[in-house]
């Protein structure tokens, strides 16, 4: 377990608090508190911890509704949550486990059976996030919503163009773009579905289909430009070009500066000029305005 792993214990019991920190901190944790859910909702405000550990019963906001909270919030969903119960039902149980939360140890709590769950849990966020960490770096637009169609994640290439799509959307919420309805994703995941469908929104029309997933309860969908992708793929059957020197060159025949296509595509203004240096030298060329004309020919030969 990492040294610098940081864990927020939700717990409204001082002895039960001041024993988890105690044993985390002798652990090598960083260790957060709150004493209630809403004063776990506020430290989440202002931190983005590892992992949480959530008393199942508390006054107030309970642990389940702070764990769907923590859930519905594409910036906090990652999080995985453990309760700590003292109920024995298996129903108050299920009803922990269908919030989000990936585990839960009972009341009184043994040490090592709680330590090795939390290495579990913290060894598959670290593997989830750096698989999503991967999705956005090969510039991939996708994202995951629940059953209920509530945005769970998505990589940066999606968020640029679920703003372009909608104006007034915000990252960081569960809410998808206007237009896109929560029962079209679900129906994408269906049996007997083709998997994809196409929507015009803001004049831009978007192909969305159904991606594999390795998380139960997760709809995976891949999100594609439909006019944008036909010209980039005439620009690769013409010219020697990565798929990504051809997303720059064509937003760049647009018009479009280094910085306004590193938003657009989700990298950096950086790696754009550096695309762009691969471009003019495949093309023969030395300026982006002959590299547009170029473009220009090809998309409407």
């Known amino acids: 377990m990492s040294s610098r792993d940081c864990i927020l214990v939700v717990d409204d019991n001082p002895e039960s608090l001041r024993f988890l920190v105690d044993t985390l901190e002798a652990e090598g944790m960083d260790v957060l508190i709150a004493r209630s859910g ?60 269908e919030t989000g939360g990936v585990d839960y140890v009972r009341k009184p709590v043994v040490v090592d059976e709680l330590l090795a769950r939390m ?35 998505c990589t940066p290439q999606a968020e640029s163009l679920f703003v372009r799509i909608d104006p007034a959307w915000e990252a960081g919420g569960s809410a998808l773009p206007a237009g896109i309805a929560p029962a079209q994703l679900r129906a994408l995941a269906e049996p007997g579905h083709s998997g994809s469908i196409t929507l015009s929104l803001a004049g831009t029309e978007i192909e969305l289909a159904l991606a594999p997933s390795d998380q139960p309860g997760e709809i995976l969908f891949r999100i594609t430009e439909v006019g944008e992708a036909s010209k ?33 595509l989700g990298i950096s203004p950086r790696t754009v000029n550096k695309h762009l240096e691969q471009v003019f030298k495949k093309l023969g060329v030395e300026t982006r305005a002959a590299a547009t004309a170029i473009a220009v020919r090809m998309i409407s030969e």
């Open 232 to 264: 980039v793929d005439v620009l690769l059957r013409q010219t020697g070009l990565t798929r990504r020197e051809a997303e720059v060159l064509l937003w760049v025949s647009y018009g479009k500066t280094n910085r306004t296509v590193s938003e657009i």
């Open 38 to 97: 809403e004063a776990m909702l506020e430290a989440l405000a202002h931190a983005s911890p590892d992992l949480v550990l959530m008393d199942a019963v508390m006054p107030g906001m309970s642990g389940l509704d702070a764990t769907r909270a923590i859930k519905r919030n594409a910036r906090t969903a990652h999080i995985p949550v453990i309760f700590m119960t003292g109920l024995t039902d298996p129903e108050h149980v299920v009803a922990a486990l």
């Open 119 to 153: 290495r579990v849990h913290l060894a598959n966020a670290r593997a989830s996030y750096r698989s999503r960490l991967a999705l956005g770096r090969a510039g991939r637009s996708l994202a995951a919503v629940d059953r209920e169609g509530a945005l769970i994640w």
